[in-house]
C-alpha cells in the first residue's frame, strides 16, 4: 500500500491515479473527505487527517511501502504557539 498527502493536488492526484491504475492499493491522505471520494470511487482508501497533526498521521502511514507528500509548506506550531516554517528548497 502507498499513501499519499496532497493526492488532490497538482502532483499528488497524478501520482495517486497512476498507482490506482496499476492496481496498487493506495491510501489517500487529506483533510476534506468529500474532496477525497473520487479516488475512493476508483478503489483507494481514504484517510482524513491534517498533516500537522504528527499522531494521526503516525496511523496513517502504518503499514505503507512508501510514503509520498505533497504539501507545498508545513507550519509546525511549538508549546508557545508561534509557527515555525520549515526551509524551502
Do not use: H
Not at 488532490?8 to 487529506?30: A, C, H, W
Amino acid at each position: 500500500m502507498y499513501t499519499i498527502l496532497g493526492a488532490t493536488g497538482n502532483i499528488g492526484s497524478v501520482i495517486t491515479k497512476k498507482l490506482l491504475e496499476k492496481g496498487e492499493k493506495v491510501r489517500v491522505v487529506g483533510r476534506n473527505a468529500a474532496r477525497l471520494q473520487g479516488f475512493v470511487q476508483k478503489g483507494a482508501e481514504a484517510f482524513v487527517a491534517d498533516a500537522k497533526d504528527a499522531s494521526v498521521l503516525t496511523q496513517a502511514l502504518t503499514g505503507v511501502r512508501a510514503a509520498f507528500l505533497m504539501r507545498r509548506r508545513i507550519t509546525l506550531w511549538s508549546r508557545t504557539r508561534c509557527p515555525t516554517r520549515l526551509p524551502q528548497r
